[in-house]
T-cell receptor, first 114, second 105 residues
Framework: DGGITQSPKYLFRKEGQNVTLSCEQNLNHDAMYWYRQDPGQGLRLIYYSQIVNDFQKGDIAEGYSVSREKKESFPLTVTSAQKNPTAFYLC?????????????FGEGSRLTVL | RKEVEQDPGPFNVPEGATVAFNCTYSNSASQSFFWYRQDCRKEPKLLMSVYSSGNEDGRFTAQLNRASQYISLLIRDSKLSDSATYLCAVNKFYFGSGTKLNVKP
């Protein structure tokens, strides 16, 4: 089945540790995105990539880093510089590189920093 | 000012009721609009795209009002299974905080 796989689903880490969240898609989509969702809030864009080896900052990129070495993969690293990393992280992909077009989401990764 | 704003609700309605949500956006140059459904602790899933001419999918109708910069979602004959949070999205970058719908027997 085609889709987006995020791992791990749940992750607990101590303060000060870097964490990498995995996102893999087999939909052959060019564009991939990372969002963060806090309780009772909408999604906020962290980073996006419209093509391999290229990515752009979203509204809340500080304390995060990404890479896009392969079309299928867009991992997100939550660094120790992120002041409040506990959140629900959602990866998405899209056929379109432009701002239009629907998003297909993974099941999300729930990060708790202790 | 937020890019996208929604009434958080909750909207508590009986089965069979008609309910409508609005979502306002601030950027008049926005190009695409969507409604997503999100169940508790799950990922959002596309409910429908919103076109200038409006569009309907079964019990769901979405409309766009560019002059007043809002989109709407109308749900007719509500079912218990419609209980969820409904997120509006503008382009791929901006999401509202969601409107919670509770449909009760």
């Amino acid at each position: 089945d085609g889709g987006i796989t995020q791992s791990p689903k749940y992750l607990f880490r101590k303060e000060g540790q870097n964490v990498t969240l995995s996102c893999e898609q087999n939909l052959n989509h060019d564009a991939m995105y990372w969002y963060r969702q806090d309780p009772g809030q909408g999604l906020r864009l962290i980073y996006y990539s419209q093509i391999v080896n290229d990515f752009q900052k979203g509204d809340i990129a500080e304390g995060y880093s990404v890479s896009r070495e392969k079309k299928e993969s867009f991992p997100l690293t939550v660094t120790s510089a992120q002041k409040n990393p506990t959140a629900f992280y959602l990866c998405a992909s899209s056929t379109d590189r432009v701002v239009t077009g629907e998003l297909f989401f993974g099941e999300g990764s729930r990060l708790t920093v202790l | 000012r937020k890019e996208v704003e929604q009434d958080p609700g909750p909207f508590n309605v009986p089965e069979g009721a008609t309910v409508a949500f609005n979502c306002t956006y601030s950027n008049s140059a926005s190009q695409s609009f969507f409604w997503y459904r999100q169940d508790c602790r799950k990922e959002p899933k596309l409910l429908m795209s919103v076109y200038s001419s409006g569009n309907e999918d079964g019990r769901f109708t979405a409309q766009l009002n560019r002059a007043s910069q809002y989109i709407s979602l109308l749900i007719r004959d509500s079912k218990l299974s419609d209980s969820a949070t409904y997120l509006c999205a503008v382009n791929k970058f901006y999401f509202g905080s969601g409107t919670k719908l509770n449909v009760k027997p």
